[in-house]
T-cell receptor, first 113, second 113 residues
Framework: DTGVSQNPRHKITKRGQNVTFRCDPI?????LYWYRQTLGQGPEFLTYFQNEAQLEKSRLLSDRFSAERPKGSFSTLEIQRTEQGDSAMYLC???????????FGSGTRLTVV | EDKVVQSPLSLVVHEGDTVTLNCSYEVTNFRSLLWYKQEKKAPTFLFML????IEKKSGRLSSILDKKELSSILNITATQTGDSAIYLCAVDVSYSSASKIIFGSGTRLSIRP
């Protein structure tokens, strides 16, 4: 499978716990994006990497959120001290160049109970 | 603040009907407009429209960009039940050395047999 891969597919966690998601982009894509989508809404931008550099972060990305892309390949998104409002689908996308359409992964659905 | 607005929010039609979905945008720097189809998981790319490519067609789907009116439409002719999905409009915005896409809330299309 040469698409964007995200793990896990589903995560249920108790409020206050930390969670980490992983995204493996298409191998030759140097741009990687994280989005969050809640029910009835379009995806909301969280952050953007070009290679290993995090070039853009949304105001939505509070101090409890951190994303890394240490070697310019896979990326992780960590949420510390989860809250019920963090329940959402977390989508990762990658692209080769700015004018390419993004390819999305299947997402990680987070439920905080 | 950059924003993308889609209408209608939801639409129910009978198989065989033709539908038109609308998207309008207000952004600081426009690079391209994208349409995605989202069924249960990841959005899948349909079209990209730019200043140099304002009309695209693929089978029963077609899209037009009106840069003067800051809007786009997505047409689906001879609809089929498999067209039932959420259709997302997004705009790729320039942002110094980075870029991101801003999504609308989507139009939920339901096709009745």
């Amino acid at each position: 499978d040469t698409g964007v891969s995200q793990n896990p597919r589903h995560k249920i966690t108790k409020r206050g716990q930390n969670v980490t998601f992983r995204c493996d982009p298409i191998s030759e894509h140097n741009r990687l994006y994280w989005y969050r989508q809640t029910l009835g809404q379009g995806p909301e931008f969280l952050t953007y990497f070009q290679n290993e550099a995090q070039l853009e972060k949304s105001r939505l990305l509070s101090d409890r959120f951190s994303a890394e892309r240490p070697k310019g390949s896979f990326s992780t998104l960590e949420i510390q001290r989860t809250e019920q409002g963090d329940s959402a689908m977390y989508l990762c996308a990658s692209s080769l160049a700015a004018y390419d359409g993004y390819t999305f992964g299947s997402g990680t659905r987070l439920t905080v109970v | 603040e950059d924003k993308v607005v889609q209408s209608p929010l939801s639409l129910v039609v009978h198989e065989g009907d033709t539908v038109t979905l609308n998207c309008s945008y207000e952004v600081t720097n426009f690079r391209s407009l994208l349409w995605y189809k989202q069924e249960k998981k990841a959005p899948t790319f349909l079209f990209m429209l730019t200043s140099s490519g304002i009309e695209k067609k693929s089978g029963r789907l077609s899209s037009i960009l009106d840069k003067k009116e800051l809007s786009s439409i997505l047409n689906i002719t001879a609809t089929q039940t498999g067209d039932s999905a959420i259709y997302l409009c997004a705009v790729d915005v320039s942002y110094s050395s980075a870029s991101k896409i801003i999504f609308g809330s989507g139009t939920r299309l339901s096709i009745r047999p």
